[in-house]
């Protein structure tokens, strides 16, 4: 059984920063993939970044530079820190695994940003 946990999130200003992590625990292939996804209230989920075993990593054009995924792969660990942030970040974010071929998710951290 893997399991997903975030943590990180919280109440940002516009402009501030915010560290995510994510803990995967369980049975994870060496190989797998580690995603983090965002859902604003109203809005389909969507890509935030994802960054391979290897740590090639790709991002959602919204993101233009202002973050960065990183992952810890002998603690199977994932985060994402994100600068510069706007009133549009506000959103739960999820963290996402592809191990064996199947998917799992987290609980979702809420990231609030005020203006």
């Known amino acids: 059984q893997v399991q997903l946990a975030e943590s990180g999130g919280g109440v940002v200003q516009a402009g501030g920063s915010l560290s995510l992590s994510c803990s995967a625990s369980g049975s994870i292939s060496k190989s797998a993939v580690m995603y983090w996804y965002r859902q604003a209230p109203g809005k389909e989920r969507e890509l935030v970044a994802f960054?391979?075993?290897?740590?090639?990593?790709k991002y959602g054009d919204f993101v233009k530079g202002r973050f960065t995924i990183s992952r810890d792969n002998a603690k199977n660990t994932v985060g994402l820190q994100m600068n510069s942030l706007e009133p549009e970040d506000a959103a739960v974010y999820y963290c996402k695994l592809l191990s064996f071929t199947r998917t799992y998710w987290g609980q979702g951290t809420q990231v609030t940003v005020s203006s």
């Open positions: 960054i391979t075993a290897a740590g090639d990593a």
